[in-house]
């Protein structure tokens, strides 16, 4: 199992540290980031000064080095924009974020797990039938728009919820499902392709065969293995979440992370958009490596050599 | 459990070739048949866009602003309404059509050459070649698409161009990851040994031997990205950093809308039910080539 | 003889297929008894449906397969018109079973000592100690060494005989009247299926379970059966005492199968001449390196220690041994699938083991295989004309000569010339086996290798398959037949040579190596081979007795 979880650990540090390089190079992708920062009337020398001021002008290895460290410290420097450090803004605002990444991840994984298991065990069911529905509307829907249509039916028409804001948690029913729903058909249908083949096995033969009852041969030997990729799927779909972040927090206007990254991007706030990009990718990296450790654990054949 | 399978080896000298019967069994699909029918329809009205508008999707009438639809209490000038700057809805919703499909078609191509010789490759020869490739899936894999797309959009300009090869950049992990695992599979079946053993060069086996049959993943694939992508522009163009004013592009009409949310809720919902229909379709169209060209898809 | 009442009584058994088979029923009109200490055996080919009357009476057949007449009785019970809960109940304590596939009949995710427990724990109120303790008497009993250490170990971490043991102990747990055994020594190497079918027959005596027992294995039968059941096409052709079947089968299939057995004892063949050296391996060997960390060095597998012989011209060459005996290692190397770690090998004199893969490809032509699964080797998307080519054009034929040396070749291998414009699917498995043959044939090699290529077949296509060495012998081939079933071996060899975890233990003449073992691994290949008392009758004598 050492062996396994080292690996891992391993390839995520290398795939941080080449993503570390791409969200700097991002700030190089415009051209000069001086010209950027200096807005469209700047005349030649504030153009150097503020080239100076920031270390534009040492080689690129140094600058990247020097940016590498301070974030490993912590410091990604000021806003451009908000003139404050990079990571206190951050900071506030991704407690927002991580609230609704958890309870989407949570409604996703209690809408999606024992939809997928009861569509499995009655394939072509109604309840199979209503399982695909919602997958096949969940993977066609544009989540901004279904959270337009989110608020024009329960905030405008029906006045039950708050169309924006992080106020109260009523706040954050809408955002949730919407965040959630966008997770919801791959874990289902994972969920539901992992327990007919795993229904199908010889091992689940050999637990029927044995006089188990039903209830068990499916909870105990069948959705214990079925679960294990879904493991990674959730970690996986829970990243994409801080993505999709992006788009839900900007409807309803709910002021975390993702918003942070819809404004520092329309505003060219470099060094904040820098840093979001490295955090979400390292939150990535991070849900990978918990989920690999997890499945170490769940699945034997990986625990004992 | 080879002694229950329905038909015993040796009984049926004459069974389908692979291709009767996966149309035998596409002509039975009814999701199958239903999104082709739509995405169909939507291509051939994109495509005749010229034709078909009633209006310059561009031309700003302003004394007809805000039109409702017709069957909102509209007149039949405006079938579909106008929006805030007095533009046809209808001649909009068609020309944005080709911006979807062109999207979609364009970024999944890209990505799709990205994604499949990675893919390929490192299911092929595994080992170290497999080991690079995984790592750049992961890599890849790491990076928020949305933010990425939208920085990059940010600071090169929200052009078609540079929306759609950005997302073509972006979309090919799914290639890769699962024509990885099907190359890999196919590889260990000893078809493949026999043709080597023949003295098939390896361009050869990968043409002749593997790629026809991880063809069906890849179509399945391809419908899955096309659509994502499709989703994707609609998003970047919603956040204001896609495609640009006065494009149609349905993603943007969606974010014109939503300044008129409270009162006028079609503005959204039209373009919205379009966008969704040809995800739906493209969807319904991808998991239908999966279902009939599984060896035991479901009947 | 007294004749207890049965504990098993079928009756008018029907058993309907889905639409699109290729007949309606799976199992029709079948009625079979089970008596206390009894072993009855169905045997029957692939397709049968012996295997089908096995799961209806667990009541585990796949959902699209459904009873659609007459009775199970097991104590008087009938297990079709009973619920499924009390079906289950009875399932694991009144009648049990065993698999064909030990490798993935158990959970991976348990140890194997819970997975035995469970039965316990589902049937009785025994405390935790006493299932435990139950257990590992179980384990003692099919004689698995260290149960405390067994007891705690995962499926994966156990052998294939030993995972099989822990399924008959399963089985076994709570005594049951009725065990149903599928195919349960097939998986198994011919040393590990001779214990378990010693197994079988002591617990049969310990137990006073009646056992029926599924095979396709006609020394198998005649091992362990006290009466058996043939079957063909979901009907019962012949039913009798063992003695009775084997050796004056009555029925004219019952004929067709028992003449299809491969004969035990090897004909004395005249001594073939010296022939010319077609093929010589020296001091042959491939190790594999397991995969490393960052911390230690991955550690070198030997899979086949240096290994030396020499095939002549025209000869038969068989290879046997058990799984992990090197066999297939050694093949694959020799057609170069695999890269060697060192030797020698020379064809028609030219040593090719030094040259690179593109050197080595023109002597590609020389050197052919056939493998094992028939329904793996053909790419189902080609058509069977298309594969046929693919060697003689990559060695710069015409597509055009190719194609009709593909239409002869199809006669040769007494198949329709016109199946070169089908697809794979629509073959059989002893047809696509033919046209595998074909192909390898088509770029007109000096030596053809057979890696268990009749082991996936039925014993008469694989009859039939075999009756193709007459083409060997006029394209004056070189064979080297590699398989883990010594009675085909000794049909079909000149030579042979077995080998043991890699290494060659003995080679010679069939006639020497089997009847006259030198090394004690051959003796005990040999000793284990299951239905020494029985050898296949003389049927041909049979007949005109009964003429006469």
């Not at chain 2, 038909?7 to 070739?17: C, E, Q």
């Not at chain 2, 979609?104 to 070649?129: E, P, W």
């Amino acid at each position: 199992m050492l062996r396994f979880v080292v690996g891992k650990i391993v390839m995520a540090a290398l795939v941080a540290l080449t993503v570390s390089i791409i969200s700097f190079s991002l700030l190089h992708l415009s051209g000069d980031p001086a010209v950027a920062m200096a807005g469209e009337n700047a005349n030649d020398a504030a153009i150097q000064a503020i080239r100076e001021t920031y270390g534009f002008d040492r080689p690129l290895i140094v600058q990247y080095g020097d940016w590498l460290f301070s974030a490993l410290r912590g410091d990604f420097g000021e806003s451009y924009y908000f003139r404050m450090p990079v990571t206190q803004i951050i900071a506030d605002r991704l407690q927002i974020t991580m609230l609704l990444g958890l309870l989407s991840i949570t409604f996703a994984l209690v809408l999606s797990i024992p939809l997928g298991v009861a569509a499995a065990l009655r394939p072509n069911s109604l309840v199979d039938r209503a399982a695909l529905f919602v997958s096949v509307v969940g993977q066609a829907i544009p989540s901004f728009w279904f959270g337009l249509i989110l608020i024009v039916v329960f905030a405008i028409d029906l006045r039950l919820l708050p169309a924006s804001g992080a106020k109260s948690w009523t706040g954050f029913v809408l955002p949730t499902i919407v965040l959630g729903y966008y997770a919801t058909p791959a874990i289902m249908r994972l969920t539901r392709t992992g327990m007919l083949d795993v229904l199908s096995a010889d091992y689940v033969r050999t637990a029927r065969a044995k006089g188990l009852p039903a209830r068990k041969v499916i909870f105990k030997h069948a959705l214990r293995n079925a679960i294990i990729p879904v493991v990674s799927l959730a970690a996986v779909q829970m990243g994409f979440m801080l993505g999709g972040s992006v788009v839900v927090e900007s409807v309803f206007a709910l002021h975390g992370a993702g918003y942070l990254a819809w404004e520092s991007i329309s505003r060219n706030d470099l060094p904040t958009m820098q840093a979001l990009v490295l955090i979400f990718s390292m939150f990535y990296i991070a849900f990978t490596v918990l989920a690999d450790i997890l499945n170490a654990w769940l699945d034997p054949r990986l625990r004992v050599a | 459990m080879v002694e229950m399978s329905v038909t015993a080896p040796g009984s049926a000298p004459l069974r389908l070739t692979p291709r009767q019967r996966a149309w035998k069994r596409a002509r039975r699909h009814r999701g199958l048949v239903f999104g082709g029918a739509v995405l169909a329809v939507i291509v051939a009205l994109a495509i005749f866009a010229p034709l078909l508008a009633p209006y310059d999707p561009y031309l700003q009438t302003l004394s007809e602003r805000m039109k409702p639809p017709v069957f909102l209490g509209g007149s039949f000038a405006h079938p579909l309404g106008t929006d805030a700057l007095g533009r046809d809805y209808l001649s909009r919703l068609l020309y944005g059509a080709r911006v979807s499909l062109f999207i979609g078609l364009v970024a999944a191509t890209i990505s799709a050459l990205i994604g499949t010789t990675l893919g390929v490759l490192a299911g092929y020869f595994g080992g170290r070649v497999d080991t690079v490739i995984t790592f750049l899936i992961n890599v890849r894999l790491a990076l928020p698409v949305v933010l990425v797309a939208l920085a990059v959009v940010a600071l090169l300009g929200g052009s078609l161009t540079v929306v759609v090869s950005v997302l073509g950049l972006l979309l090919w992990d799914r290639f890769a990851v699962v024509l990885r695992s099907a190359t890999r599979q196919v590889r260990t079946i000893e078809y493949v040994a026999a043709a080597e053993v023949l003295g098939a060069s390896l361009p050869r086996i990968l043409y002749k031997d593997i790629m026809p049959n991880v063809a069906n993943q890849l179509i399945v694939v391809a419908t899955l990205e096309m659509a994502h992508a499709i989703i994707l522009e609609a998003a970047l163009s919603f956040l204001g950093l896609g495609v640009q004013p006065p494009t149609p592009s349905w993603g943007l009409m969606i974010s014109e809308g939503k300044a008129m949310l409270l009162f006028q809720s079609w503005l959204i919902t039209i373009p919205g039910v379009a966008l969704f229909l040809l995800v739906l379709a493209i969807n319904m169209v991808g998991d239908g080539v999966r279902d009939v060209t599984t060896p035991e898809g479901r009947d | 003889m007294l004749d207890p009442s049965p504990i098993l009584s079928i009756r008018d058994l029907s058993v309907a297929l889905p639409e699109g088979g290729d007949r309606p029923h799976a199992v029709t009109g079948l009625s079979i008894d089970v008596r206390p200490r009894e072993i009855v055996c169905i045997v029957g080919e692939s397709g049968s449906g012996k295997s089908v009357t096995a799961f209806a009476t667990m009541g585990l057949l796949p959902k699209a397969l459904r009873p659609t007449g007459g009775e199970i009785r097991v104590d008087g019970r009938d297990l079709l018109s009973i619920s499924a809960k009390d079906h289950a109940a009875m399932r694991g304590r009144t009648l049990a079973m065993v698999f064909q596939e030990p490798m993935s009949a158990l959970n991976p995710c348990y140890t194997v000592g819970e997975q035995i427990e469970e039965v316990f724990a589902a049937h009785t109120a025994m405390s935790r100690a006493e299932r435990r303790q139950r257990t590992l008497a179980l384990m003692e009993e099919v004689k698995l060494p260290d149960p405390q250490r067994i007891h705690r170990s995962y499926p994966h971490q156990l052998s294939g005989g030993q995972r099989q043991r822990i399924v008959i102990a399963i089985a076994l747990a709570l005594d049951p009247r009725l065990l149903i055994a599928d195919e349960p020594t097939t998986a198994l190497d011919v040393t590990t299926q001779a214990q378990i079918l010693a197994l079988f027959r002591q617990l049969r005596e310990k137990h006073d379970a009646g056992i029926l027992f599924v095979t396709h294995d006609f020394d198998v039968v005649a091992e362990i059966a006290d009466r058996v059941v043939v079957m063909q096409k979901g009907r019962i052709v012949e039913e009798g005492s063992v003695d009775a079947v084997l050796n004056r089968p009555e029925h004219p299939y019952t004929r067709h199968l028992i003449s299809a057995v491969p004969r035990r004892h090897p004909q004395a063949r005249d001594t073939a001449p010296a022939t010319p050296v077609a093929l010589r391996v020296e001091g042959l060997e491939k190790s594999f390196q397991t995969p490393g960390t960052m911390f230690r060095p991955g550690t070198p597998i030997r899979a086949l220690a240096p290994a030396s012989f020499s095939v002549g011209e025209n000869e038969t060459l068989g290879i046997v041994g058990e799984s992990g005996s090197g066999k297939s290692t050694l093949v694959r190397w020799l057609v170069r699938l695999i890269e060697p770690s060192a030797g020698k090998v020379e064809i028609g004199g030219v040593d090719v083991a030094g040259l690179d893969r593109r050197a080595f490809r023109p002597y590609r032509k020389d050197i052919q295989i056939i493998f094992q699964d028939p329904y793996g080797s053909l790419n189902p998307r080609r058509t069977v004309g298309d594969q046929l080519i693919e060697g003689p054009v990559n060695f710069g034929v015409s597509p055009k000569a190719a194609m009709e040396r593909a239409r002869e070749l199809m006669r040769i291998v007494r198949m329709d010339e016109d199946a070169v414009e089908r697809y794979p699917v629509q073959f059989s498995g002893g047809q696509r086996q033919r046209i595998c043959i074909a192909r390898a044939l088509a770029v007109e090699p000096k030596i053809l290798i057979a890696d268990e290529a009749v082991s996936a077949l039925d014993v008469s296509v694989q009859k039939e398959v075999l009756k193709l060495n007459d083409v060997k012998t006029r394209l004056g081939l070189t064979l080297l037949f590699i398989t883990h079933d010594l009675r085909v071996a000794g049909e079909v060899c000149d030579n042979v040579m077995v080998m043991e975890k890699g290494e060659i233990v003995e080679t010679g003449s069939v006639v020497e190596v089997f009847g006259h073992p030198r090394h004690p691994y051959t003796r005990s290949l040999l000793d284990a081979m299951p239905g020494k008392g029985w050898d296949v009758p003389d049927l041909g004598a049979i007949a005109e007795q009964e003429l006469s």
